[in-house]
């Protein structure tokens, strides 16, 4: 299983919906992109094991426009780790059957 750990601003989607991300920063998304070339699942995504604070939960990265992965943040971790929009969220990912 590869980790990493980063820190990046919690941001909110303009769109409908209210989904909260944090990009995952370039190198990053670059070394996960090679290292799960041919195995991605629907929409290029990659399953992830997450920690942020005391909260730990499974989902999926998703590519970006950019080229970066967007790690979606649901409200209860956003509660339960007191994140609002533009907070630095320190997080560590770990790939997920990789």
């Known amino acids: ?3 990493y750990r980063f820190a990046a601003p919690l941001w909110q989607y ?3 919906g209210s989904w ?3 990009a995952v920063p370039e190198e990053i998304s670059d070394d996960i992109a090679d290292l799960t070339a041919g195995r991605r699942k629907g929409f290029g995504s990659v ?3 997450v920690t942020v604070g005391t909260s730990t939960w499974q989902t ?3 590519p970006s ?3 970066t992965y967007l790690l979606p943040v649901k409200k209860p971790v956003r509660l ?3 994140l609002s929009e533009g907070t630095p969220v320190e997080t560590q990912l770990d790939l ?3």
């Open 1 to 3: 299983m590869s980790t």
């Open 14 to 16: 303009p769109g409908e």
């Open 20 to 22: 909260y991300f944090v």
């Open 47 to 49: 399953r992830v094991s």
């Open 60 to 62: 999926s990265l998703f």
């Open 65 to 67: 426009k950019s080229g």
């Open 80 to 82: 339960a780790e007191g």
């Open 96 to 98: 997920v059957d990789f």
